[in-house]
Nanobody, 125 residues
Framework: VQLQASGGGLVQAGGSLRVSCAAS????????MGWFRQPPGKEREFVAA????????IHADSVKGRFTISRDNAKNTVYLQMNSLKPEDTAVYYC???????????????????WGQGTQVTVSS
C-alpha cells in the first residue's frame, strides 16, 4: 500500500487543522492505521491508531481530548482532526499502516509496515 499525507500547514495556538492520508490499493480496510509525529530534533512518537473497521481507536495521552483519528474505507482515507493546537504539537505528521493480522491496536513505530511521506504541522504561539 502507498500512503500520501496532506493537509499540514501553519496555524495559531488554539486553532484546528485536519490532516488526511490517502491510501492506494484495494486492501485499505484490512490495515489498522496510525498517525505518528516527529518534532524537530526528537524521536518519532505515536499519536493515534484506528482499527480496520474504524470501530476502535486509541490516542496518546498528550493529545487525548484534542485530537481524533477517523477513517473512511470507501475513500481509502484516514484523518486526524486536531483541535486546541499547542506549539508543542509542531512536528512532521506521518500516517502508517499495520499489515499484520494482530487484533489489538499498537503504538510502536516498528509495528507499522508502510509509511507516508509526512506533512508538516507548525503551531505558532
Amino acid at each position: 500500500v502507498q500512503l500520501q499525507a496532506s493537509g499540514g500547514g501553519l496555524v495559531q495556538a488554539g486553532g484546528s487543522l485536519r490532516v488526511s492520508c490517502a491510501a492506494s490499493g484495494r486492501t485499505f480496510s484490512s490495515y489498522h492505521m496510525g498517525w505518528f509525529r516527529q518534532p524537530p530534533g526528537k524521536e518519532r512518537e505515536f499519536v493515534a491508531a484506528i482499527s480496520r473497521s474504524g470501530g476502535s481507536t486509541i490516542h496518546a495521552d498528550s493529545v487525548k481530548g484534542r485530537f481524533t483519528i477517523s477513517r473512511d474505507n470507501a475513500k481509502n482515507t484516514v484523518y486526524l482532526q486536531m483541535n486546541s493546537l499547542k506549539p508543542e504539537d509542531t512536528a512532521v505528521y506521518y500516517c502508517a499502516a499495520d499489515s499484520s493480522s494482530y487484533f489489538l491496536l499498537r503504538s510502536g513505530v516498528r509495528e507499522y509496515d508502510y509509511w507516508g511521506q509526512g506533512t508538516q504541522v507548525t503551531v505558532s504561539s
